[in-house]
């Protein structure tokens, strides 16, 4: 049965400019929502390392693309499309984090899957309509949430309700057939005290890479009502995906030959050689959030925040299978054509069933000399995780085989709660002591059957995992404000993050996956005035038992991630801003960095003739080795025009090379690319209409050919000289960008 439920719940956000002191209580009212400082984001002298990206920076460059690519012009962020296009499948990496290492929010409320511990954009298609204004805050960051931040933290805060009536109707059109239409309408406040507002949006493209469609469908929706010192709002959000599998990427050897090439759904030769696909190899996925959020302005100086959240989501993904074991699903060996068929085609299909609920909260004071929060969060997670075969090639119905049988079974539980208190003191004119200490509890059990075959006990791998954890994140810092323009900050905090689901299921009997702990020092200047802003951020971080894939595979055959003792990232990130003329801007930030395992071993798998595994692995002690994918380079510009009713910006990002294992091997490597996008714009002043706009985006200007994620597996095989010998070989996957590609967008508002 569903628990279709919504748990208590509190979530850190506090608004204040101050109160208002019009006499129209709805003006007031509205004010509570305008100036929302969080309690968990940055302010000018919190002495860590952010951006901030504002609405309209957000509404220019959305041509329907995932968040991801709206953040790529931040300091030290990388993007990647499995599709090569920006939409379905997208994920990024701050700083060489990746995804399920990063903390994202919404309203104060997490995102992060508890599992896996990073957020599917996909189920979230066109958000970036309905935010307000998001925060990237880099490194451990503040005291949020959720997941653990350790390598940065992202909260965004959904629109504020307008006080006027309004409406608006975007639609986007562009190469690969890709297009977007979204509707939105709100009508302002009603009564003095309420307000609704409404968001519909439908994405589709075809996708660079063969096959890779996507067709997106999503909604946001918020009612809101209004006191005079209390603001009460409901909001509901939902998407819905089927998206064609683009997951494995591409050999390296058809880079040069066939660069959209896509073997997922693969299903064989035609009679006249031909291959053919499956037409459902789809991943299918709908999820709900609900938000019921509280905020209420005891005086000046101190409001308060509670938000109940709930997420439901649903779906599955479907693969064709090729020559699959049929006990390994359960099923029994069948004759056909007077042959005993052991192996055989199939098609399965992969569920999950989940459920998240809790609350969040901050009490929030500000006066004087003191800015400070105290807040937190108390989560449920629920997951059914099962798997079905729907399809055998040659099993007739008469062979008692079960439409939708089911092969595999697990559920997991996981409790997060987390408090903190956090403090920004004035201890002089322009010296500010900030502390934040943070206590988070987790408890996670899975049982049931896993979805892979045990080949030694001949039955599914049994699933019983029970682990708590307790831990304290401090975090301490202080900011020098020398003048009106320059200003100097240092700060050093500690994160801890739990193994997820993978780490666990996929470990060997002897390895016990523990948790990783960072120690981030930060330390920054910078220098602004009317026209030229500089900043400069050094960082080091030093990670304990942070997990990595090694090489090493469990008894049954399954990629591990193992704790190495002993790794670091370090590097220092520049800023630079200048206001050319008061209708040309410029803006670039560089990243240089080293990202470094001390001590490193690899493990390579031992193949037979056959090239089946033999169950020996060899080992390759090689020392201090890079980090995968954390480039020792990068860097963004870009140019904005606006003149009159014109706007345009030119976008440019370099992105040094990345190595795809943790080997500095320079044979398993993405090379460096360069990449400029360009964006034009005019609005039309219309009597009728608030504006008409139409927008042209150019992107990858110059046709660059460039590759922004891989995969690799490698293993040693005998030497075709019969010798005895062994020879290494690799399997891998690449995912290259799309070439140059048009959007063109029209917006009309009124």
């Known amino acids: 049965m569903k628990k279709v439920f919504l748990l208590f719940?509190?979530?850190?956000?506090?608004?204040?400019?101050?109160?208002?002191?019009?006499?129209?209580?709805?003006?007031?009212?509205?004010?509570?929502?305008?100036?929302?400082?969080?309690?968990?984001?940055?302010?000018?002298?919190?002495?860590?390392?952010?951006?901030?990206?504002?609405?309209?920076?957000?509404?220019?460059?959305?041509?329907?693309?995932?968040?991801?690519?709206?953040?790529?012009?931040?300091?030290?962020?990388?993007?990647?499309?499995?599709?090569?296009?920006?939409?379905?499948?997208?994920?990024?990496?701050?700083?060489?984090?990746?995804?399920?290492?990063?903390?994202?929010?919404?309203?104060?409320?997490?995102?992060?899957?508890?599992?896996?511990?990073?957020?599917?954009?996909?189920?979230?298609?066109?958000?970036?309509?309905?935010?307000?204004?998001?925060?990237?805050q880099r490194g451990v960051g503040t005291s949020t949430n959720g997941a653990g931040a350790f390598g940065a933290s992202i909260n965004m805060k959904t629109e504020n309700i307008p006080s006027q009536a309004y409406g608006e109707l975007n639609a986007s059109y562009g190469s690969f057939n890709t297009y977007k239409t979204t509707a939105k309408l709100g009508t302002g406040i009603l009564g003095d005290h309420w307000a609704f507002d409404a968001r519909l949006s439908d994405i589709h493209s075809d996708g660079y890479i063969d096959r890779a469609t996507t067709d997106l469908k999503s909604y946001f929706f918020q009612a809101g009502y209004f006191q005079e010192n209390t603001l009460l709002k409901f909001i509901v959000f939902g998407g819905k995906?089927?998206?064609?599998?683009?997951?494995?990427?591409?050999?390296?050897?058809?880079?040069?030959?066939?660069?959209?090439?896509?073997?997922?759904?693969?299903?064989?030769?035609?009679?006249?050689?031909?291959?053919?696909?499956?037409?459902?190899?789809?991943?299918?996925?709908?999820?709900?959030?609900?938000?019921?959020?509280?905020?209420?302005?005891?005086?000046?100086?101190?409001?308060?925040?509670?938000?109940?959240h709930y997420t439901n989501g649903e779906g599955y993904y479907e693969e064709y299978k090729t020559k699959r074991t049929l006990i390994q699903y359960g099923l029994i060996p069948f004759i056909y054509d007077g042959k005993t068929v052991e192996k055989s085609d199939l098609v399965r299909q992969k569920w999950l069933d989940n459920d998240f609920g809790g609350f969040v909260f901050s009490l929030n004071y500000k006066k004087d000399k003191w800015d400070a929060s105290l807040g937190g969060a108390a989560n449920k997670y629920w997951g059914n995780h099962f798997g079905k075969v729907i399809w055998i090639k040659n099993y007739a119905e008469d062979r008692n085989f079960l439409p939708d049988h089911e092969y595999y079974r697990n559920d997991a539980q996981k409790?997060?709660?987390?408090?903190?208190?956090?403090?920004?003191?004035?201890?002089f004119d322009k010296l500010s002591i900030y502390g934040d200490i943070q206590y988070r509890f987790i408890d996670y059990r899975i049982e049931g059957k896993n979805d892979v075959w045990d080949w030694r006990t001949n039955v599914p791998q049994s699933l019983d995992i029970h682990k708590t954890f307790n831990f304290f994140n401090p975090k301490a810092g202080v900011f020098f404000n020398l003048n009106a323009y320059n200003n100097f900050y240092a700060s050093f905090a500690v994160g801890h993050r739990e193994p997820n689901r993978k780490n666990y299921t996929n470990a060997a009997e002897n390895e016990n996956p523990t948790y990783e702990t960072l120690y981030d020092y930060e330390a920054g200047y910078t220098f602004r005035n009317k026209t030229f802003s500089a900043g400069l951020n050094f960082y080091y971080m030093k990670y304990n038992n942070q997990l990595v894939l090694t090489g090493k595979v469990n008894e049954i055959g399954e990629m591990l991630t193992s704790n190495v003792p002993d790794s670091y990232r370090m590097g220092v990130e520049m800023l630079l801003g200048s206001k050319i003329t008061s209708w040309l801007h410029w803006n670039g930030n560089l990243t240089l960095s080293?990202?470094?395992?001390?001590?490193?071993?690899?493990?390579?798998?031992?193949?037979?003739?056959?090239?089946?595994?033999?169950?020996?692995?060899?080992?390759?002690?090689?020392?201090?080795?890079?980090?995968?994918?954390?480039?020792?380079?990068?860097?963004?510009?870009?140019?904005?025009?606006?003149?009159?009713?014109?706007?345009?910006?030119?976008?440019?990002?370099?992105?040094?090379?990345?190595?795809?294992?943790?080997?500095?091997?320079?044979?398993?490597?993405?090379?460096?690319?360069?990449?400029?996008?360009?964006?034009l714009g005019y609005e039309f002043k219309l009597k009728s209409f608030k504006s008409l706009g139409i927008s042209l985006l150019i992107n990858n200007l110059f046709n660059g050919k460039y590759e922004s994620n891989a995969w690799v597996e490698s293993y040693y095989a005998p030497s075709a000289s019969g010798d005895g010998s062994l020879v290494r070989g690799e399997y891998s996957g690449f995912f290259p960008q799309a070439g140059t590609n048009v959007l063109v967008n029209l917006s009309l508002k009124f």
């Open 9 to 136: 719940a509190m979530i850190g956000m506090a608004s204040f400019k101050c109160f208002s002191e019009e006499k129209n209580d709805s003006i007031r009212s509205f004010q509570l929502q305008e100036v929302r400082v969080t309690s968990i984001r940055a302010t000018e002298k919190t002495p860590v390392a952010y951006s901030n990206v504002d609405k309209k920076e957000i509404e220019k460059a959305n041509f329907g693309k995932d968040i991801p690519f709206l953040l790529t012009l931040t300091p030290s962020v990388v993007a990647t499309s499995d599709a090569g296009a920006g939409i379905g499948y997208t994920k990024f990496r701050v700083r060489g984090t990746d995804d399920n290492r990063i903390n994202i929010t919404a309203n104060g409320v997490p995102l992060n899957d508890a599992e896996s511990q990073s957020v599917f954009w996909v189920n979230m298609p066109d958000f970036a309509s309905s935010i307000e204004d998001l925060q990237v």
């Open 241 to 308: 995906e089927k998206t064609y599998h683009a997951w494995d990427g591409l050999p390296k050897d058809s880079l040069k030959t066939n660069r959209t090439y896509n073997s997922c759904g693969y299903m064989g030769n035609d009679a006249n050689g031909n291959p053919m696909y499956y037409k459902d190899q789809t991943d299918n996925y709908l999820q709900t959030n609900y938000q019921l959020m509280l905020l209420h302005v005891f005086n000046p100086y101190l409001n308060l925040n509670a938000t109940l």
């Open 415 to 427: 409790s997060d709660a987390n408090i903190y208190l956090k403090a920004n003191y004035a201890a």
């Open 594 to 679: 080293r990202n470094k395992i001390k001590d490193y071993s690899e493990f390579v798998n031992v193949l037979d003739e056959n090239w089946e595994p033999t169950g020996e692995q060899i080992e390759n002690k090689l020392g201090t080795t890079s980090i995968s994918f954390s480039p020792g380079i990068i860097a963004n510009s870009i140019f904005s025009f606006n003149y009159n009713n014109w706007n345009a910006a030119l976008q440019s990002s370099y992105v040094g090379k990345q190595y795809i294992d943790n080997t500095s091997n320079e044979e398993r490597k993405l090379d460096p690319y360069f990449v400029n996008n360009l964006r």
